[in-house]
């Protein structure tokens, strides 16, 4: 069933990022809300591609299986770079550092990434058409 072997792919690549994150950043913390995070926004996907009356084939498990992937790309650094800020700072100190510190390098990552899609999205790919 393409259904079952989508949510088993995508529940085998959240928890290996999962683990990952915790051996890296060894704060369960910033662990939880990355997973959470993934989780939110595979969610969001598969619920669009629902309201758009998509079923679930190839093409949007193979999407939402690189979603996880994509998803915490660019969280994974401000984690980090949140982590490595002084302990005695606030929760909010410790993120308006983080985000100034790697802010500016997320966003022009995600402003490639973007560009990238829209050269994509001109081809005839259906993985494209149909998930973009």
Known sequence: NMATSCVSAVFLSTM????????????????????LHVIGVCLALVATLVLQGHKLGVVESISVSL???LSIDYLVHLASAYQDQLA??????????????????????AATTGLS?????????????GVG
């Open 88 to 109: 005695t700072q606030s929760r909010v100190q410790r993120t308006i550092a983080a985000v100034s510190q790697f802010g500016g390098t997320v966003m022009a990552g």
């Open 117 to 129: 899609a829209v050269f994509l999205l001109m081809g005839t790919l259906t993985f494209f058409s």
């Open 16 to 35: 290996f990022v999962a683990v990952m994150l915790t051996v890296t950043l060894q704060n369960l913390v910033l662990v939880v809300f990355a997973t």
């Open 67 to 69: 979603l996880v992937g």
